[in-house]
Structure formats: C-alpha cells, structure tokens
T-cell receptor, first 113, second 115 residues
Framework: GENVEQHPSTLSVQEGDSAVIKCTYS??????FPWYKQELGKRPQLIID?????GEKKDQRIAVTLNKTAKHFSLHITETQPEDSAVYFC????????????FGTGTRLQVTL | NAGVMQNPRHLVRRRGQEARLRCSPM?????VYWYRQLPEEGLKFMVY????????ESGMPKERFSAEFPKEGPSILRIQQVVRGDSAAYFC?????????????FGSGTQLSVL
C-alpha cells in the first residue's frame, strides 16, 4: 500500500517568513495530494490540494508543488502569520474506486512574533 | 449544508465496556472513512465504507472492532471490551465519491478515554 513520509516534524519560523513542508510517497499510481491543517483539539481541515496532472497550485499565501517523477510534493506558506500555527498533514490517494487517503505523520508549525 | 457530524464529542468508558461512535456524513456523501489519531501522532486509516458495504477494513484490528454504515442512519464504529490502548481521537470523514476524484471532509472527532 501507499506510504507517505513527511518532513520536518516540527518547524518554527518568524512571522512574515516562509515555511516549507515536504512529503514523499511510494505508490507511483497515486494521483491526488491534499494538505490538511489541524489546530489543537479541532478537526483536520482541507486547505489546498493538487492532482497529478498539475505541477503547481496556488491559493493566496499557500501553494503546493508536485514532482511526479521524484514522487514528492511540498506545501509552501508565504508571509506566515501567528494563526498559521497548527499541525499540517499531507496525504496521498491512489486510483480505483476503493482508494483511500494515506496521511503523513504531520508537521507542527510554530509562527513566532 | 451541515458538515460531517460526529457524536459524542467525548466518551469515557471503563475497561471492558463497549464504545459506540456515530458519524453522519455530509449531505450527498455516501462514502465514509474512519481514522484514529493518538496524541502527537498522525491519522491512521481504519475502515472505509459505502452504504451497507465495507470496502476496506485493512486498518481496523480484527478483534473487538467493527463498523457499519446502514442504509438508514449514521455510520457506527463499535469497540467492544475497550482497553486503555483504545484511548484516542476517532475521526470520521466523508466524500461524495472515491477520493480519487472527490475531496474528503472530516468531522470534529470523538475523544475516547478508557479508564
């Protein structure tokens, strides 16, 4: 099955700086890569996603890039703000009607003033 | 359009009791997934169901755990004879179709505490 690895496990940046979180996946058939943000005690919320026919996608301060050849994808947050502090999870899903999301282990992002 | 609804939010059980966690998917969603999250850890897949069918239960322990998604009513994750190691947050998620093509949305979770 799919295996997703995520780095770093913790990341501390100063407000206004950029943050980058990287993930690799094992199943070359995977074709959908969402990112979720989870605040303490809350549900994971979808913040951005990318499909395998696209190399990059941007939504305001967040962007995701995908390299299918290398089987890795990254989340980029620019101009970080304190409210960006949370745990971020990447995920990957394969093809087929029985596909499911496999999650990375998460990155705890701390944005300091 | 209400989101994915889970109840209860918090559930306390003593060792050996049964725990029943309920999940109502978003309107129009017929695919339900259950994930378990231990403190400071990621989301571990347990089971994937469509109406009245279990599609993939590869992440669910063979003993004590069961799941259903009946034609009418919410999906139920049932844990029999709970042990302390079952203490975790259990998240339900739903999608309109396979996650190959559809987005997955999570409920607020049930925090299970086993005394």
């Amino acid at each position: 099955g799919e295996n997703v690895e995520q780095h770093p496990s913790t990341l501390s940046v100063q407000e206004g700086d950029s943050a980058v979180i990287k993930c690799t996946y094992s199943d070359s058939a995977s074709n959908y890569f969402p990112w979720y943000k989870q605040e303490l005690g809350k549900r994971p919320q979808l913040i951005i996603d990318i499909r395998s026919n696209v190399g990059e996608k941007k939504d305001q301060r967040i962007a995701v890039t995908l390299n299918k050849t290398a089987k890795h994808f990254s989340l980029h947050i620019t101009e970080t703000q304190p409210e960006d502090s949370a745990v971020y999870f990447c995920a990957a899903t394969g093809t087929g009607t029985a596909s499911k999301l496999t999650f990375g282990t998460g990155t705890r992002l701390q944005v300091t003033l | 359009n209400a989101g994915v609804m889970q109840n209860p939010r918090h559930l306390v059980r003593r060792r050996g009791q049964e725990a029943r966690l309920r999940c109502s998917p978003m309107k129009g969603h017929s695919h339900v997934y259950w994930y378990r999250q231990l403190p400071e850890e990621g989301l571990k897949f347990m089971v994937y169901l469509q109406k009245e069918n279990i599609i993939d239960e590869s992440g669910m322990p063979k003993e004590r755990f069961s799941a259903e998604f009946p034609k009418e009513g919410p999906s139920i994750l049932r844990i029999q004879q709970v042990v302390r190691g079952d203490s975790a947050a259990y998240f339900c998620a739903s999608s309109r179709g396979s996650t190959t093509n559809e987005k997955l949305f999570f409920g607020s979770g049930t925090q299970l505490s086993v005394l």
